[in-house]
């Protein structure tokens, strides 16, 4: 089995996943029924996963010099990513989120960066080498935009393999950034966001998706929670089906699909057959609490994928 070099750059936080009946909206106060603290992050879950599902991973990143910090690191460590490049910051916290979970699984998540605007321009620009090294980059937005951009232009330049996943979503990617996307891997919200297009609908996702392709990305795949994923490319469009399952936290369905996505295609599998395996890893994810908590190993799902 061919196996390639991961580099994960982004968001490292501590999660503080509240439980309530329903997400509260402007102007309510609402009694939670539990609390707890969990490592998260887009950025440290993807990598977490992309380890976790066989994938060689290293993560560029910051945390800040305190408790949350030595958790995050060590939960990455523990899956077996390769943390080394990881900056612990002694002038800010690390990165936190409060994440409203309501009764039917579904989450409301507000992020504080803190030490994830450290990584800057010239974070990236010092670690050059990694670029190099790695055969396949996963960007994410919750850490400042001119890294990102720095990023992709390095991947670029080195003929990486981009996979950028737009979250938390913003109205506005430059084309100059977009054209050298390989997989642009949006959820509903994000790419009606980014497209400025109404997405509830499969139907509406290929229209918006299609707007993305313009502006030259490569792939676009949609994740639609309970309704799959759909791929569009210049020649297809393409919708797979998700897995029927209870769910009861979708925290890091996005972000075990990626790191899913991100394992398949290094390992020299199709887009598709990638996108399968997404779908099944990300399954499994929403039956289970937490972040990195419920994000299977590969011996949970070949199994299952195997005949697909």
């Known amino acids: 089995m061919k196996k390639s070099n991961i580099l994960v750059i982004g968001s490292l936080n501590m999660d503080w996943i509240i439980e309530v009946d329903h997400t509260p909206i402007a102007g309510e106060t609402l009694l939670g029924h539990f609390a707890k603290e969990v490592p998260g992050g887009k950025g440290a879950n993807q990598a977490y996963a992309a380890s976790s599902l066989g994938g060689h991973v290293t993560m560029l990143g910051a945390v800040g010099k305190d408790p949350s910090g030595e958790k995050l690191l060590q939960s990455l460590q523990k899956a077996g990513v390769n943390t080394s490049p990881i900056q612990a910051n002694s002038e800010t916290g690390s990165g936190m989120a409060i994440i409203y979970l309501n009764k039917m699984g579904n989450n409301s998540i507000v992020v504080l960066p803190n030490a994830n605007n450290t990584v800057t321009k010239e974070v990236i620009m010092a670690h050059d080498e990694l670029f190099k090294i790695a055969d396949i980059i996963m960007l994410q937005l919750e850490i400042p935009l001119e890294a990102v951009y720095e990023a992709a232009a390095l991947a670029h330049k080195y003929h990486k393999t981009i996979i950028l996943n737009p979250a938390p979503a913003i109205s506005h990617l430059p084309n100059e950034i977009l054209s050298k996307i390989d997989y642009i891997t949006p959820n509903e919200t994000e790419l009606s966001t980014l497209t400025n297009q109404p997405v509830t609908t499969v139907d509406d996702a290929i229209i918006a998706a299609q707007t993305l392709l313009l502006s030259g990305v490569k792939h676009v ?26 769910a009861i936290d979708t925290t890091a369905a996005g972000d075990s699909f990626n790191g899913a996505l991100a394992v398949y295609l290094a390992e020299g599998k199709s887009i598709e057959e990638a996108i399968v395996f997404g779908n099944q890893v990300a399954a499994i994810t929403v039956t289970r609490e937490g972040a990195q908590s419920s994000i299977p190993f590969r011996e949970e799902i070949l199994p299952t994928t195997e005949n697909l």
């Open 221 to 246: 795949i949609t994740t639609l929670g309970e309704k799959g994923a759909i791929l569009v490319t210049l020649e297809e469009a393409r919708h797979f089906p998700a897995l029927s399952v209870k």
